[in-house]
């Protein structure tokens, strides 16, 4: 539960930032470029370019006529991860007003043309995960030349700040790892496994070091095969105490 608590924040997040770099006003009445802007009894609407503004009393801003687009490494948005990114995402869209879509692929290049795609129906702007920052880096170029602001989410905590994203939601993969090693060897682990099933996730790649630095006195080994596990011989491996206990 908290898990999906921190997903949802975060790409309530995410989506806050895209709207902010779309839309911005000041608490008057304003006619300009083809917009207008309307304040009083305590909430603002701001109408112009097909869109639609309002603020209530709370804060809360909703916009109608805006569509965002969410790209990320995967093809498959239904399962235990990215179907609760969905979820998240779904239920930010709905709390902002907005159109949403969010579309994916595991192939990186693949991933890079999906951004030029939402750069050609010109959405309003695009959340964007970051597995490569070098395979995406000229991608994100394009959107920002085009006026349409990114931010990235999940992987990317690091490197995001090298390209012209607005912003990133996730967290630190390093300290993420180091936490988990630091949890598994004071649970008693002294053989732990770390697998890359992304091999050319920059982000995974952090969170093994972390766990390597974490995990004192432990053997970390890497694995960046695709094949199964074998859950069967590391329940040999762990501590009884690790097998009851769940990892915060």
Request: charged share 15%; net charge negative; glycine share 12%.
């Amino acid at each position: 539960m908290i898990k999906k608590r921190r997903v949802w924040g975060a790409l309530v997040l995410a989506l806050a930032l895209v709207m902010a770099a779309c839309s911005s006003g000041d608490d008057t009445t304003t006619s300009a470029g083809g917009a207008t802007t309307t304040t009083g009894a305590g909430a603002t609407t701001t109408t112009g370019a097909g869109a639609t503004t309002t603020t209530g009393d709370g804060g809360q801003v909703s916009q109608t006529g805006f569509s965002f687009d969410l790209i990320f490494h995967d093809a498959d948005a239904s399962g235990t991860f990215w179907g609760v990114m969905k979820v998240g995402f779904d239920d930010a869209c709905d709390v902002y007003g907005v159109s949403c879509t969010m579309i994916g692929d595991p192939d990186i290049t693949k991933q890079a043309a999906l951004v030029d795609t939402s750069i050609a129906n010109q959405v309003d702007g695009i959340i964007l995960t970051l597995p490569n920052v070098d395979a995406l880096r000229d991608a994100i170029q394009r959107a920002a030349d085009a006026g349409i602001p990114v931010v990235t989410i999940n992987s990317g905590s690091d490197v995001f700040a090298t390209t012209l994203a607005i912003g990133h939601a996730g967290q630190d993969e390093f300290i993420a790892g180091q936490g988990a090693g630091a949890r598994l060897a004071a649970e008693g682990a002294t053989n732990i496994l770390c697998p890359i099933h992304e091999a050319n996730n920059a982000a995974l790649q952090a969170r093994c070091a972390g766990v390597e630095a974490g995990a004192v006195g432990a053997t970390v080994r890497q694995s960046r095969s695709t094949s199964p596990i074998s859950m069967p011989r590391l329940r040999r491996s762990r501590p009884r105490s690790a097998t009851r206990q769940s990892m915060p």
